[in-house]
């Protein structure tokens, strides 16, 4: 009989393992290229985690992980592979940023900011639902489907910006400046309040928001009759519709959710730092989410771990490309690229090792109880 491996050595230890691989992998292309790997790695961890104000970056760019990471992960459960994370992030922003544009000027921030949050959860779930009702209803590909939306999500962005939402005379395609009360407060605002000194960065008050959401989606799926419905689906249709469970209405709340999920990026980006609808916002985040959610097992606790090791990443690489002369930030995208490789796409790669491993250790233990 083929040992399987405990949850924790899933969970825990066959991550580090991918992220130890892919260390190792990129430390020798580094060599290869005549810089040093140590060196490299010690100014990407300090960049990331060895200051206060890098620490903030780091997790700013993980929040926008968590949310995009999320949404993989909601509709994988389902047994949907949703890849219009990107999309939904851009229809998220346009509808916190409509809200914003349109009430801005006339109501305060405790009333604007949670009406910018609806909206952006809602464009982005209308977004991903077209995608899902095809899927449900028409057998249409959810991948063809969805990577087919985040063209027409970037095109439609473009448009508006271009055609309705410029201001006169200028030729920049962004919005106008939002209102004050439509902007969400920065963490180190919130921090100095409180007589805590703390730099500025881009962190802001939606990192509680991805917590929350994460601590959400956990128990809806683990806690909840609808999540165990979803989950049925995903593990077998067939199985679910013989019990009584309609496998196109799960497909609808899952893309649904999901949607929801990729569209409050739009509530870090563009209430929390632009604070104006602009292009490129969501920068690959939403195709970043797909990495995140492989990495952390599709489980909220894994997608928050590997969302701040993305963060790292794109922080402490940032801090590389400016710091170690001669390493440019194409060398830096494929340090990157490495961990995406080894974390994500081969995540399972280096699972019958452990498997065979962890065989051999119960094998002695199995024998001494026989005996």
Do not use: C
Not at 59 to 66: D, E, G, K
Not at 151 to 178: D, I, Q, Y
Not at 301 to 308: K, M, T
Request: charged share 10%; net charge neutral; proline share 5%.
């Amino acid at each position: 009989m083929t040992p399987t491996l405990p949850r924790w050595v899933d969970l825990v230890l066959l991550p580090l393992f991918n992220l130890g691989i892919a260390l190792l992998a990129a430390g020798i292309v580094v060599a290869v290229v005549g810089q040093d790997p140590w060196q490299v790695l010690s100014v990407m961890l300090h960049g990331a985690f060895g200051s206060a104000r890098g620490f903030s970056y780091t997790l700013y760019y993980a929040t926008t992980f968590v949310f995009t990471g999320l949404a993989v992960a909601v509709a994988f459960h389902a047994g949907l592979f949703n890849i219009g994370g990107e999309g939904q992030a851009v229809l998220g922003g346009l509808g916190t940023g409509l809200v914003a544009l349109w009430l801005g000027p006339a109501l305060p921030a405790w009333v604007l900011l949670p009406l910018m949050l609806t909206g952006g959860a809602f464009a982005g779930m209308a977004w991903a639902a077209v995608p899902g009702w095809l899927q449900a209803w028409r057998g249409s590909h959810i991948v063809i489907t969805t990577i087919m939306f985040n063209f027409l999500a970037s095109t439609l962005l473009v448009w508006l910006l271009v055609e309705h939402l410029k201001p006169a005379g200028s030729m920049a395609p962004e919005s106008e400046a939002f209102a004050p009360s439509a902007h969400l407060p920065a963490v180190h605002q919130v921090l100095r309040a409180l007589g805590i000194d703390w730099p500025a960065s881009p962190l802001n008050l939606s990192l509680l928001l991805a917590l929350a959401a994460a601590a959400a989606v956990y128990l809806l799926l683990w806690h909840t009759r609808a999540g165990y419905r979803l989950r049925a689906v995903g593990s077998g249709p067939a199985a679910a519709a013989y019990a009584g469970i309609d496998p196109r209405r799960q497909v609808m709340v899952a893309m649904s959710i999901s949607g929801a999920l990729a569209g409050l990026v739009g509530m870090n980006e563009i209430a929390g730092v632009q604070h104006k609808l602009l292009l490129e916002f969501v920068a690959g985040a939403g195709f970043t989410g797909i990495a995140v959610a492989l990495m952390g097992r599709n489980h909220p606790v894994g997608i928050v771990l590997a969302s701040v090791l993305f963060g790292a990443l794109f922080q402490g690489g940032a801090e590389v490309a400016f710091e170690v002369p001669g390493f440019s930030r194409d060398m830096v995208v494929m340090l990157q690229g490495f961990i995406v490789l080894f974390s994500g796409a081969m995540a399972y790669v280096a699972a019958p090792w452990l498997v065979r491993a962890w065989g051999w250790r119960r094998a002695p233990q199995a024998g001494a109880a026989h005996g």
